[in-house]
């Protein structure tokens, strides 16, 4: 909503609280810019740090006096006490419906809330489209609102397909754990039938899934198949295998917020105490790069030496690895991996060895300004122009125009 006035009598002082420093407090805080230089504009000021920071600054009378709206990204009790005394324009940023009930003086600001129910729906519509069969989800350790709303949406969407899934919880006692959280996750990971299409409710839990498997020998994708929530390009792009994510649209989370303060200092009515903001989609990473059959396209990975050879060649892609050396890493015969790599996949070891250098070609080629002779040497080629004709035959273009045209680096890394 554009707000329609001829003119404002002062700059809007504005203070956006958060109380955490997660991934999605940069983009929501874009959001917030992006109104303020719209329909500004607006003095803000960022304050974190928790509840004593937010403590320390509502009780300098300077500051109550000077503040013309509130952003509040809270998650705490204590924060939510803090509020109440509270005259000026606020606007929560997804608040716990714990707190809003417990608090009544809570009811009287509006807020913005994730649509969860899209995110745990688009989790299961992307494993169905990969043709899953075993569906699984770990929730958050905190038992928060948003990772039950996931899980009941996901479970929901994979139960119309008259499929189950395998839910993650820890047995308490009293407000302990009975048993430790990460033996209880293995043992429990261990007993997942066979891949597994495992959603979790956070970026965080998925990194922890990763290192639990890997601890475990469970080989990511082909074992279990990982996606996260919130796409937090610093932690999913620093795991290993790169793990996928739902992208949710945080900087529309600080856009409306802003909206409905600003509605709310003009003194304009809101039609709506709630306001929503949606997931972006799925971004696949390796996590999920699960491979299928090309001739039934279904994930039909079964033979653990096809796994463990998978792994072996993906782990190498910067070496110059033969056939036999993954043959040798596996401790079977050439020629009986060969014919049970076509079995399950349809192609051979060498294809999949190219498939994996030619990736990490384009990543040296788009990400880096490494020179091509030097690209073809970190990708086992010993022959640079040899590199550049099978390049050029499977993707229609020379590895030069392939920087030109999706390299952003503009100094040698």
């Known amino acids: 909503m554009i707000l329609m006035a001829k003119y404002r009598n002062k700059i809007q002082n504005i203070v956006f609280y958060h109380g955490n420093h997660i991934g999605s407090i940069r983009e929501t805080l874009q959001g917030i810019q992006r109104y303020a230089k719209l329909y500004g504009p607006w003095r803000l000021q960022v304050l974190s740090g928790g509840v004593q920071e937010l403590q320390s600054f509502l009780s300098i009378k300077r500051n109550k006096n000077m503040i013309s709206g509130l952003l509040a990204d809270i998650t705490e009790e204590q924060e939510a006490k803090l509020l109440t005394g509270v005259r000026i324009p606020v606007v929560l940023l997804d608040p716990p419906p714990k707190l809003r009930t417990q608090y009544a003086t809570l009811l009287k600001f509006p807020f913005v809330t994730q649509n969860n129910v899209q995110i745990g729906e688009l989790a299961a519509d992307y494993f169905l489209a990969k043709k899953m069969s075993h569906f699984a989800f770990v929730p958050s350790a905190s038992g928060a609102y948003w990772s039950e709303e996931r899980f009941q949406a996901f479970s929901h969407r994979i139960g119309e397909k008259g499929l189950t899934v395998h839910l993650f919880s820890v047995p308490f006692s009293g407000n302990n754990f009975s048993v430790s959280p990460s033996r209880h996750l293995s043992q429990w990971l261990q007993k997942l039938p066979k891949p597994a299409a495992l959603f979790t409710a956070s970026d965080q839990v998925g990194q922890e899934i990763l290192t639990v498997c890997q601890s475990l020998g469970l080989a990511i994708p082909y074992e279990i198949v990982v996606l996260g929530v919130g796409n937090d390009e610093i932690l999913c792009e620093s795991s290993f295998p790169t793990l996928s994510s739902i992208a949710v649209h945080w900087q529309r989370r600080g856009f409306i917020a802003a909206e409905m303060l600003d509605q709310l200092m003009n003194q304009i009515p809101l039609k709506q105490d709630m306001g929503i903001y949606p997931a972006i989609g799925v971004v696949s990473r390796s996590s999920t790069d699960l491979p299928v059959h090309p001739a039934t396209q279904l994930p039909v990975l079964r033979n653990d030496f096809v796994i463990r050879?998978?792994?072996?060649?993906?782990?190498?892609?910067?070496?110059?690895?033969?056939?036999?050396?993954?043959?040798?890493?596996?401790?079977?015969?050439?020629?009986?991996?060969?014919?049970?790599?076509?079995?399950?996949?349809?192609?051979s070891i060498l294809d999949e060895i190219r498939k994996n250098?030619?990736?990490?070609?384009?990543?040296?080629?788009?990400?880096?300004?490494?020179?091509?002779?030097?690209i073809?040497?970190?990708?086992?080629?010993?022959?640079?122009?040899?590199?550049?004709?099978?390049?050029?035959?499977?993707?229609s273009m020379t590895m030069t125009e392939y920087r030109n045209q999706f390299c952003t680096i503009s100094e040698q890394q």
């Not at 060649?313 to 014919?339: H, M």
């Not at 250098?357 to 030097?374: A, G, V």
């Not at 073809?376 to 993707?395: C, I, Q």
């Open 309 to 347: 050879a998978l792994e072996f060649i993906r782990i190498n892609s910067g070496f110059s690895i033969r056939v036999v050396d993954v043959a040798r890493q596996t401790g079977v015969s050439r020629q009986w991996l060969e014919r049970q790599f076509k079995k399950e996949l349809g192609y």
């Open 376 to 395: 073809a040497e970190m990708s086992g080629y010993e022959n640079a122009n040899h590199l550049r004709l099978l390049f050029k035959e499977k993707f």
């Open 357 to 374: 250098r030619m990736e990490r070609i384009c990543f040296l080629l788009s990400e880096t300004t490494i020179p091509i002779n030097k």
